[in-house]
């Protein structure tokens, strides 16, 4: 059987467990403090849009650590749905929303994939967004959707700051395509960079911490290396994402049979500091979902540094301060005895022909 066969398995069990929900509501929106791309400070607001899910994700099982799929409605959505969920969103927050913020349009999958948003509605919405003004638009898309003609498109009708949310996860290709089963060549990476730079959109590198069947100390070490690579090629921030144990995903069946562990948040303070320490003027941040608990990025799990360690990491995300990374708790030397014995015991990565 094939990585995507088996894939397919897992996921289609679960997604069985999927209920229809109201198709012109988003399935989230907020406002927070964020920080922007030329570097300021400010509120985003974001848009969680419900859509029929990554195409990538049904076509081929999608990536082992991604569960986003669930979030997908399992009845048809249409453009008219689309364009009332992100008019709901706007009446919801009408009342703080400003020209001076950043409008984050997330979806399950990829925003330029018209499988997800077709043309008319992506259309439609920015023109939305251009009437009412914004400093700055920031969407997600998988690499091979950042083209010349949808930056085109995207630019005849925005006039302000656009940054696009590319999950890299690793710049090692048997890493982001084997373990990762993201299904993305370098090379289409490289190319997303190039035509991003071409239009002055910005590309907000995402990197996953600890993929599956790779050990804690070579997830730091790819991490970082990912990381400084992508500031090299261009990006406009980098944000690590630590992976969390979704349900129906390969990295839950690992993480079952004690076969796997989320990464512990110091190797993510290491992460942190080492590349923002080499690149002091980029912007580096990192995604709390599921941090400090069982499921996601932990040190002990019974110690009071976790709860502390991820408020640290809002506050570096924000402020960008290296200093606020800072921290020492006697559950430090568990982590260190943890990646000893695992590079004596971690079984390695196979070889491709074989998965």
Known sequence: MSMA??????????????????????IAVWIQNDVFRDKTFGQSFTIILRT?????????GGCTMCSYLMDAS?????????????????????????KNMSIKLF???????????????????????EEMGAKEVAIESRAEFVTPENMESIKNILSCNIEIGVGIESLNEKIRNVAIH?????KAIENAFSVAEEYDVGIKAYILIKPPFISEKEAIADAIDTANKCIEMG??????????????TLIETLWKKNQ???????????????????????LVMCDTAGVSSKRGAHNNIDCTCNDKIKDIFNDFTVTQKIEKLDIECDCKKEWIEYMEYEQKNIVPLGDEKLI
Request: proline residues 7%.
């Open 235 to 248: 990006c406009s921030r980098i944000s690590f994402c630590p992976a969390s144990i979704h349900k129906g």
């Open 107 to 129: 979806t399950s999958g990829s925003f330029l994939d018209t499988f997800e948003i077709p043309l008319e509605t992506r259309e439609y919405i920015f023109k939305r967004i």
């Open 182 to 186: 993201k299904g993305v060549p370098t």
């Open 5 to 26: 066969d088996y894939l397919k398995n897992i996921r289609e069990k679960h997604l069985k467990k999927r209920k229809e929900r109201n198709p012109d509501y988003p």
């Open 52 to 60: 029929k899910g990554c195409k990538w994700a049904y076509d081929s």
């Open 260 to 282: 796997y562990r989320p990464p512990f948040l110091w190797s993510i303070l290491e992460i942190l500091k080492e590349v923002k320490s080499k690149n002091p003027d980029a």
């Open 74 to 98: 399992p009845a048809e959505i249409t453009s008219e749905n689309l364009k009332n969920q992100f008019d709901s969103a706007v009446e919801k927050y009408k009342d703080q929303l400003n």
